[in-house]
Nanobody, 122 residues
Framework: QVQLVESGGGLVQAGGSLRLSCAAS????????MGWFRQAAGKEREFVAA????????YYADSVKGRFTISRDNAKNTVYLQMNSLKPEDTAVYFC???????????????WGQGTQVTVSS
């Protein structure tokens, strides 16, 4: 199994940047595709970004494309989400997830972190 712990969230003004980290423990981290999702208060959980096992292919939601970058360091068992040009609409709890398959669907992922709060003020 894989255990995931997110960090790096906080309060930032619109236009600012944050980098989220997801530290993984357990077996065979490099064999899992990784994804980031977010859930704003009163809204459904939505896809943000995903990355294949090797890190050679990425996929982004249209709402964050060009602003967010997902990456991974398999040697450190860590996946990152670099968030630039943040908007108030980005305010949400951000979750990382691990799964067998590269996907933008939450139900496709097997393991989830507990989430980290990102708040963007205008």
């Amino acid at each position: 199994q894989v255990q995931l712990v997110e960090s790096g969230g906080g309060l930032v003004q619109a236009g600012g940047s944050l980098r989220l980290s997801c530290a993984a423990s357990g077996r065979t981290f490099s064999n899992y595709a990784m994804g980031w999702f977010r859930q704003a208060a009163g809204k459904e959980r939505e896809f943000v970004a995903a990355i294949r096992r090797s890190g050679g292919s990425t996929y982004y939601a249209d709402s964050v494309k060009g602003r967010f970058t997902i990456s991974r360091d398999n040697a450190k068992n860590t996946v990152y989400l670099q968030m630039n040009s943040l908007k108030p609409e980005d305010t949400a709890v951000y979750f990382c997830a691990a799964g067998t398959y590269y996907s933008g669907i939450a139900g496709s992922y097997e393991y989830w972190g507990q989430g980290t709060q990102v708040t963007v003020s205008s």
